[in-house]
């Protein structure tokens, strides 16, 4: 009798042991009492009675990402394409999670596949490949609103990738290269057109700049040519100045010298000469210089005598 009591004491303690659950951060246990929900445990410590209480699931509140194989669908151009999408999710109600549906993430990528193949049966294959933001708007929109009675919340669908038939695919490729050649020729015209503009502004700036320095050339040779004149003008009226400066003051010499008869005589003959030194053949004289000619023999013959 004596070991009885301890070992009783020490089967309480290891039961009670067995039944004091600690739940970590970011789960959640369902409890079931007799086989029938009792309650959901959050982060903490909690006890459970033996042999009528059990854990009947062990929830993650984590955002939880699975990845479902290809799918294939069909376009409403009739082309059948491979498509593979990723589901993030989050369990938001760990009673409807355990309750709610068998198998949840069977339920989802049935779900996908089935909104998955609606939703390209309404688009053309083109339509399909710029369009994958759309599609998985309305993917994750139709889930959510699915899986709220599992107490899931979706909250992003991805298309991971798109697989059209081979054929499809190097029809593709052909018309990408295709307009990656047509666009290199394009940027080649393009240049070439751009660089020939640039060398026509060149000469057409050239002849422009030559024809201006012939312009400026020309004015300065025309000033120069004016002011040369201008100079030689000068020169020719200060020479004429100077001549008759110097006339006028012969004359104002003679005039102030009071010159006799005889004088002028002889400079009127001087005149007379210079007059009859040229190309003439016939001259005329006045009496007036006949007569003073006449006087100039008289007074030559007076001298000799």
């Not at 640039?198 to 320095?213: C, F, H, P, R, Y």
């Amino acid at each position: 009798m004596e070991f009885v009591i301890p070992i009783i004491v020490l089967l309480i303690i290891v039961l009670l042991a067995l039944n004091i659950k600690i739940v970590p951060q970011s789960k959640a246990y369902v409890l079931e009492r007799l086989g029938a929900y009792k309650e959901t445990w959050q982060t903490g410590v909690h006890f459970k009675i033996p042999l009528i209480d059990r854990v009947a699931k062990n929830v993650s509140l984590k955002e939880q990402v699975v990845d479902f194989p290809p799918q294939p669908v069909i376009t409403k151009d009739n082309v059948t394409m491979q498509i593979d999408t990723v589901v993030f999710y989050q369990i938001t109600d760990p009673k409807l999670y355990c309750y709610g549906v068998e198998r949840p993430l069977s339920a989802i990528e049935n779900l996908t596949a089935t909104t998955l193949r609606n939703i390209i049966g309404e688009l053309e294959l083109d339509h399909t490949l710029t369009s994958r933001d759309t599609i998985n708007a309305k993917i994750r929109g139709i889930l959510d609103e699915a899986t709220d009675a599992w107490g899931i919340k979706v909250n992003r669908v991805e298309l991971k990738n798109i697989l059209p038939p081979k054929e499809i695919q190097d029809a593709m490729e052909k018309q990408m290269k295709a307009e990656r050649e047509r666009r290199e020729a394009i940027l080649r015209a393009e240049g070439e057109k751009a660089s020939q503009v640039l060398v026509a502004e060149g000469q057409k700036e050239s002849k422009i700049l030559a024809a201006q320095a012939d312009k400026e050339s020309a004015i300065l040779r025309a000033e120069a040519v004016r002011e040369a004149k201008i100079r030689e003008s000068e020169g020719e009226a200060q020479a004429i100045l100077a001549v008759e400066e110097a006339r006028a003051q012969a004359i104002k010499l003679i005039n102030e010298s009071n010159p006799g008869q005889a004088f002028l005589t002889i400079r009127s003959l001087d005149a007379f000469e210079k007059v009859a030194d040229g190309q003439a053949t016939k001259i005329i004289i006045p009496s007036e210089i006949q007569g003073i000619a006449g006087l100039a023999q008289g007074i030559i013959e007076t001298v000799k005598e």
